[in-house]
């Protein structure tokens, strides 16, 4: 995973956020079973469907928007006294 984002202060309490990020999984292979139905004149029927497939690749791209409202406008300073 990899990914770049930004944030700007609008003003008073608000601010806007963008984010990329990029997600790259390994190929997989897997097989799929099931049954395939036919309804034809000349067939009607089930049959028995094995698909293997060798190399499935699972990449994602995200884009994220989003506006975000701070409570505090202020953050609140912890001092210790002694």
């Given at each position: 995973?990899?990914?770049?984002?930004?944030?700007?202060?609008?003003?008073?309490?608000?601010?806007a956020k963008i984010e990329y990020d990029y997600i790259k999984m390994f190929a997989?292979?897997?097989?799929?079973?099931?049954?395939?139905?036919?309804?034809?004149?000349?067939?009607?029927?089930?049959?028995?469907?094995?698909?293997?497939?060798?190399?499935?690749?699972?990449?994602?791209?995200?884009?994220?928007?989003?506006?975000?409202?701070?409570?505090?406008?202020q953050p609140i300073a912890v001092t210790a006294r002694y």
């Open positions: 995973m990899i990914g770049v984002g930004a944030e700007y202060a609008l003003g008073n309490n608000w601010s997989q292979s897997y097989t799929a079973t099931g049954q395939v139905t036919l309804v034809s004149p000349a067939l009607t029927g089930t049959i028995d469907n094995i698909e293997h497939f060798s190399k499935m690749p699972q990449d994602l791209q995200l884009v994220k928007f989003g506006v975000n409202y701070h409570f505090a406008a």
